[in-house]
């Protein structure tokens, strides 16, 4: 069992950064994959990266590449969604998520276990 929590989020302005944590609670948080996703009013839930339970290999959907770093502590049971050069279209709220037993990460919202309650992000032009 694992529970997920994120924190972070915020109001910036274009161009500014934000780092998101999503804390586990759970011993087996480290066999899972994580991944984060994004959903603003009317909109889907959509993929924006994902990482290995190793901590060593990650995904990124086309609109964050370059810009956003996922990465993960796995003696802290946390990973992270470092976001950089962030535009108003990255305006959602923020989900992570775990696969148990997994090593690569889904980027289907079905694919996924346990879910955060999520945190807004709101960037302003």
């Known amino acids: 069992q694992v529970q997920l929590v994120e924190s972070g989020g915020g109001l910036v302005q274009a161009g500014g950064s934000l780092r998101l944590s999503c804390a586990a609670s759970?011993?087996?948080?480290?066999?899972?994959?994580v991944g984060w996703f994004r959903q603003a009013p009317g909109k889907e839930r959509d993929f924006v990266a994902g990482?290995?339970?190793?901590?060593?290999?990650?995904y990124y959907a086309d609109s964050v590449k370059g810009r956003f770093t996922i990465s993960r502590d796995i003696a802290k049971n946390t990973v992270y969604l470092q976001m950089n050069s962030l535009k108003p279209e990255d305006t959602a709220n923020y989900y992570c998520?775990?696969?148990?037993?997994?090593?690569?990460?889904?980027?289907?919202?079905?694919?996924?276990?346990?879910w955060g309650q999520g945190t807004q992000v709101t960037v302003s032009s």
């Open positions: 998520a775990a696969r148990r037993g997994y090593v690569s990460p889904p980027r289907d919202i079905n694919g996924y276990d346990y």
């Open positions: 990482i290995h339970s190793s901590g060593t290999i990650t």
């Open positions: 759970g011993r087996t948080f480290s066999t899972n994959a």
